[in-house]
């Protein structure tokens, strides 16, 4: 019988193909579906993914295609269920969950089997774009392309219309051979639905798509040159006029040039506060655009434990709450063949300013360098290399790494070896980790390996030094038994050193997390962990608990808490037990309005369980959309941990494809001395405005 629907499933895949015609007359975005698209060829026949897998789709989903010269077209003709309404919902644009029905457009523009675009719209006509790589294993959110998309509610559903340009590609050039699939979330079922059908095992496998006929192989005119000139004001104490300029040159379809001159990042907000109670530094992602677009050039398959290039090195922020000027950032990222390539140079200015101690610091200006080169190999696997540095009068520091994953549609087998050099003191990292992630089971041993003198705190990050880890995590599966939608039983063992330590440590545990059918979710896990910090042997009990409701709803809730029995609190310098949470508390009145109340609280004990001291950090958000393009939002974090609050407000307006207009107002007050103080008010204005060719 398996091998039945094996053979079924090859000859199905097999004729999944979709050819969109040449049109001389391109159909005109905005949301009507006219005759035009009937000469297109389409795609139909739906498959649920879940909640119950590899079954028909609830409501009908068309989908035709046509091309030009320049363009790829596609629209979406989608039938809502029986008895059910269309869920419109105004968000911000990349916004990946809660944004009601939606459709969603895999393009895997290299065929490469390993690497897509994906392009989704909701009904309400917000856009949302990203990249996969390792074969739909990562996603990165942060790729922005210049497309086009227009909705229209209808009285069977609604429809999208949405048209790419070739130019905002990167493809092999003559290749007519490309990879495909189309996906819909209807939010009244929680169902989501493909095209080519998923497999619980398989999920967004990119090799897993239907096949796109290029014919011809397009071939993209014009100079496909983007200069985004910004004008900023800025007022701290005083008036600051400033201008910097973005260029994007893609001479060739796999081939792209970006200079970044006096680069400002006004929208980025400031990363929330987070109490660290360890001795190891946390990690925050990079949010500023000039280092987010075409990322995955410069990323190795593994990052948790070692990354050798972490950009937020650059321009770091100072313990005064300022950041470091970047004069100008530069990089060039290629395909070719089945090699990618990416190399990239940013200079820092020099800067004077006093620590939390009082003492003058004097940081110089700096080159930071990356060189990145990888091929692809076997089916969709690859090895690469990767050098990344920063240069300066006071320090020197670099890294030299050697990866590669080796996948499969269940499994995948990663390796990063690494070598750092801090002022000639050499040291040696290296991660090994193998994942299973079948129907039913999932395995994932992993070694890690630092020795003493490994440093790349200048250009990568990894706070673990002469550190040494072996774990596994292994569990069961489990799908539509009940009102579970999907579970995950494990059990996960560790062991460790420091090496500061003169013992090994050991921890054993188990994870549950549970997925039911009304779109409610928990996780649950404990620890039992025997570690040496400290110079002392010890034994601490672990726990965590989270639970998130359905976040369709008008009100939603995610409550989660953490606990340790006993373990080293490095903020107060002794043994104790400590623990903590967060209750997200989100209000959605209507469509363009949500509210986010999110209260955290720490708890930290002494060795004799006193309570020595209890904080509250609230991070609190409105957002309103007064149209899908122009948006408020404010933001306030009163913290009592530090007793430094934070406020800010930002409006921001796409008024054009990739052009925005931004207002923000950033304000700290400081109440360490108990007298409240106003300070680092930041008032800024910037506009973006995009010309291409």
């Known amino acids: 019988m398996i091998g039945c629907f094996i053979i079924y499933s090859i000859i199905n895949l097999a004729q999944m193909i979709i050819s969109p015609p040449i049109v001389s ?17 389409s795609a139909a026949n739906f498959t649920q993914y879940s909640p119950l897998e590899n079954t028909n789709a609830s409501a009908k989903t068309i989908v035709y295609a046509v091309m030009d010269s320049s363009n790829l077209y596609f629209a979406f003709k989608c039938f809502k269920p029986y008895l059910t309404k269309v869920d419109v919902r105004i968000v911000p ?9 939606n459709v969603w457009i895999m393009l895997d523009a290299n065929g490469d089997k390993t690497t897509a675009y994906e392009f989704g719209v909701n009904a309400a006509g917000v856009q949302n774009d990203d990249e996969l790589t390792q074969d739909g294993r990562v996603w990165i959110p942060t790729y922005d392309g210049l497309w086009y998309s227009a909705t229209k509610i209808t009285n069977y559903g609604y429809n999208v219309e949405i048209k790419i340009p070739f130019r905002a590609l990167r493809f092999r050039e003559n290749n007519t051979n490309w990879g495909i699939n ?29 096949l796109l006929k290029i014919t011809p192989p397009p071939e993209v005119r014009g100079l496909h040159l983007n200069i985004a000139p910004v004008g900023i004001l800025k007022y701290e104490d005083k008036f600051i006029p400033k201008i910097g300029l973005d260029i994007n040159w893609s001479y060739r379809p796999s081939a792209n040039v970006s200079l970044a001159i006096v680069p400002d990042f006004a929208q980025i907000e400031a990363d929330p506060y987070r109490i660290n109670l360890s001795k190891y530094e946390l990690y925050f992602p990079e949010k500023r655009p000039f280092f987010t677009q075409q990322s995955e050039y410069f990323k190795t398959d593994l990052t948790s434990f070692i990354m050798p290039f972490y950009s937020r090195r650059i321009g ?13 950032g530069s990089k060039y990222t290629a395909t070719v063949r089945k090699w990618n390539i990416g190399l990239l140079n940013a200079m820092t200015a020099s800067k004077k300013y006093r620590d939390t101690n009082g003492d003058t610091i004097v940081e110089n200006i700096n080159d930071y360098y990356c060189i990145r080169i990888k091929k692809e190999v076997f089916y969709n696997s690859n090895v690469g290399m990767i050098y990344a540095g920063k240069r300066g009068n006071n320090l020197t520091n670099e890294v030299y790494g050697f990866d590669g994953s080796i996948r499969n549609l269940k499994s995948q087998l990663s390796f990063l070896m690494t070598l750092s050099n801090n002022k000639d003191t050499i040291g040696y990292g290296s991660d090994i980790k193998y994942e299973y992630d079948g129907k039913r089971f999932i395995f994932i041993p992993e070694i890690k390996i630092t020795s003493p003198d490994f440093n790349i705190d200048e250009v990568g990050y990894s706070p673990y030094k002469g550190y040494k880890e072996f774990s596994f995590f292994g569990g069961r599966k489990i799908y539509n038994k009940g009102f579970l939608r999907y579970a ?5 063992t560790n062991i460790n050193k420091a090496k500061e330590n003169n013992s090994w440590g050991y921890k054993f545990g188990e994870r549950i997390n549970i997925d039911f059918n009304n779109k409610c979710s928990l996780m649950f896990s404990h620890n039992i962990i025997y570690d040496y910090e400290a110079n002392k042997k010890y034994r601490n009990n672990n726990f965590s608990f989270g639970l998130w409701s359905d976040s369709r709803k008008a009100l ?4 989660f808490v953490w606990f340790n029995s006993y373990e080293y609190n490095y903020s107060q310098n002794h043994f104790g037990a400590d623990g903590g949470g967060n209750f997200d508390i989100i209000i959605k009145p209507n469509s363009r309005l949500n509210i986010s109340l999110s209260p955290t609280f720490s708890v930290e004990w002494k060795a004799n369980r006193e309570i020595e001291n209890i904080s509250y950090i609230f991070e609190n958000s409105i957002s309103y959309f007064l149209a899908k393009d122009l948006s408020l939002r404010l933001f306030s974090e009163p913290n009592t941990y530090t007793h430094i609050h934070y406020f800010s407000g930002i409006i921001s307006w796409n008024f054009m494809p990739a052009s925005w207009f931004f207002l923000a107002y950033n ?23 995009l010309f291409f060719w």
């Open 556 to 559: 939603s809730f995610e409550p």
């Open 488 to 492: 995950t039983f494990g059990i996960k």
């Open 93 to 101: 644009r990349d916004s990946y969950t809660d944004i009601g029905d």
């Open 182 to 210: 189309f996906y819909r979330y209807i939010s009244s079922k929680n169902e989501f639905d493909s095209w080519i059908p998923l497999m619980k095992y398989g999920k967004e496998r990119v090799s897993n798509c239907g």
């Open 667 to 689: 304000q700290t007050i400081d109440n360490t001395e108990g007298n409240w103080k106003f300070t680092n008010r930041i008032i800024e204005a910037k506009v973006r405005y």
């Open 316 to 328: 770091r922020r100072l313990q005064n709450g300022t950041t470091i000027p970047i004069y100008w």
């Open 25 to 41: 007359v391109p159909p005109k975005i905005d949301g009507v579906i006219e005759n035009i698209w009937l000469k297109g060829d």
